[in-house]
């Protein structure tokens, strides 16, 4: 399925002092299979954005077309529009409230009205991504696990739902290390197995360079750039303008090159990085950098 | 939306009003309540009218958001119209079925319309004007000032500071956990009232987790930082009077020498029947 934004604007508060353009005249759309980053500062209208993708929000100038449909204000092409497209926000653990996981968990099937077996299976599935055991965890309450724990039930409620898109507003943020990569790989496994398309809102460049094939760049509530990662990340100096720093493997091969390695500074990859380095020390393979 | 509405309705513009101390408001609000039910005939009503518009037109806030309080209370002046129309003895205008309605009976309700808007607005000029930061701050002043209270005037106004600083982090957190119930498929909207009223367990419940949470975590940070309630507690802004204050105070003792004097000099009554 692909979703479109035509020309969408989207003004808070509007006729108030308080007043404010979140987005302007945004244009672009959500294809099949993309891996989509959006990188943006805090303000920049990224959390604005992605909730139009799934009619949370209503454009106040503009339109939202969804596989060549144009999106009315029913309520029916509201829900219908959510069933496809999935939203998972951000710190997503303060949204259970069951009293065991499977029950949160199966609160958006539920709603969905699907029968018993069929919200059971989807509870598994979800469980099985996000790496929860599904008897282990089932009966828990949700409230007694750890933080990271928490994320994944949440996300799992949202994947239950079994969406063609899956959007993630900041999944790692507040996680230790370990936490992050597990759930940055989950989502990846998704991507690649399912093929779920996946749009990824983030503010760590390095989290966006390694799973992105395709990176918006957000500012003050407009779209600065729209292009693949290369084309993205070798702009430093552009990224640095706006305060987003680039990634760090790209400022590691900088370095290295300014310092008289003979190295290739477009990298942006740490795998790619290590081979390139290995290759400049004309030494032979190394260890495997990331789980991913 | 959930994100619109304005708690203490604070309206951030520049004026005469809202550079007044935030006491002097609160004094002049408190005597203008009280006041008001002196006025008994057309003079008293029309001095009331007269200053409430007077400081409307002071304050620089648009006529719509003034008004905008009294549609919050529109049912109950409405009550209170049609009650005074129709239990009101007087003269007999016309009838409804067994319901009579007198001269008498229509005037009274206009004017308990008129006390009961002119009370709503005459408040919410307060409240526009002044931000609700610097509105516990002048009630803690106030109260230090009463006797019964006086120990508890801090504490009382630093919980009063607390809740309204975070009656703006709850709204946005409702709404963010209405939406991402509502991105899993929740209805908010259809359904029966016991429906809709099991339909909100789901923001409830991680909402009062998450208050009981800060709560709990501003109660750590503000002991860690040594607070102890408002035994020898200086501020780092003191309130003080200026010329405009002093002058705010001379028009509210004539305004209620005015009031007084329409209700009790048969010179200035003009009575309402």
Do not use: W
Request: aromatic share 8%.
């Amino acid at each position: 399925m692909s979703v479109q934004l035509i020309n969408v604007s989207h003004i808070y508060a509007q006729g108030t002092p308080f007043e404010f353009a979140a987005l302007k005249d945004i244009h672009f759309s959500i294809d099949k299979d993309e891996f989509i980053g959006i990188i943006g500062h805090t303000g920049s209208g990224k959390s604005t954005l992605i909730q139009h993708l799934n009619g949370l929000l209503s454009p106040t100038e503009g339109s939202v077309v969804v596989d060549g449909v144009k999106m009315g204000d029913s309520k029916g092409d509201k829900l219908a529009l959510r069933r496809k497209v999935g939203l998972v926000f951000q710190y997503a653990e303060h949204q259970l409230f069951e009293e065991t996981v499977f029950k949160d968990i199966a609160f958006g099937p539920k709603n969905l009205g699907l029968s018993e077996e069929e919200i059971e299976n989807r509870v598994r599935d979800a469980m099985e991504v996000v790496g929860l055991d599904f008897e282990t965890y089932k009966e828990r309450s949700p409230f007694e696990l750890s933080g990271g724990q928490m994320r994944r039930v949440a996300i799992a409620g949202v994947l239950s739902m079994k969406p063609e898109i899956l959007i993630l507003d900041e999944p790692t943020a507040g996680l230790d290390p370990y936490g992050k990569e597990d759930i940055l790989r989950s989502v990846y496994q998704l991507h690649e197995r399912q093929k779920t398309t996946v749009v990824l809102v983030s503010h760590n460049m390095d989290e966006v360079a390694r799973l992105a094939n395709r990176v918006i760049v957000m500012s003050s509530g407009e779209i600065l750039m729209d292009a693949p990662p290369a084309e993205i990340f070798t702009q430093v100096e552009k990224l640095n303008e706006i305060g987003l720093g680039a990634p760090d493997i790209i400022c590691l091969m900088r370095a290295l090159k300014k310092a008289g390695m003979d190295v290739d500074d477009q990298i942006f990859r740490a795998e790619q990085a290590k081979e390139e380095i290995l290759r400049a020390l004309k030494r032979g393979e190394g260890a495997p950098c990331s789980k991913i | 939306m959930l994100k619109d509405i304005t708690i203490g309705q604070y309206y951030p513009v520049q004026s005469k009003i809202h550079d007044l101390d935030p006491r002097t408001k609160i004094v002049y609000t408190f005597v203008y309540i009280i006041i008001l039910f002196f006025a008994n005939n057309y003079v008293g009503y029309a001095l009331g009218a007269g200053f409430l518009a007077l400081l409307i037109a002071m304050s620089n806030i648009p006529l719509k958001f003034v008004f905008r309080s009294v549609k919050a209370i529109l049912i109950i002046i409405l009550i209170t119209v049609i009650l005074n129309v129709f239990v009101t003895p007087g003269n007999v205008l016309f009838r409804i079925g067994s319901l009579k309605v007198t001269d008498a009976g229509l005037i009274n309700a206009a004017f308990m319309a008129l006390r009961l808007t002119m009370l709503i607005v005459g408040t919410s000029i307060m409240t526009l004007t002044t931000s609700p930061i610097s509105l516990t701050d002048g009630m803690e002043y106030c109260m230090k000032v009463i006797p019964g209270i006086r120990s508890y005037a801090h504490e009382l106004s630093m919980m009063m500071t607390i809740a309204l600083r975070f009656i703006p982090t709850l709204m946005e957190e409702a709404d963010k956990i209405m939406k991402a119930q509502k991105a899993r498929g929740a209805d908010f909207e259809t359904g029966s009232i016991f429906k809709k009223a099991r339909n909100i367990v789901p923001i409830l419940v991680p909402l009062f987790i998450g208050s009981f949470k800060r709560a709990d975590e501003l109660a750590m940070a503000m002991e860690a930082r040594c607070y102890r309630g408002g035994n020898n507690r200086t501020r780092l802004y003191e309130l003080s009077y200026s010329k405009n204050d002093r002058i705010a105070y001379i028009v509210t003792v004539v305004m209620v020498a005015m009031m007084i004097a329409s209700r009790f000099l048969p010179l200035m009554r003009i009575p309402i029947q």
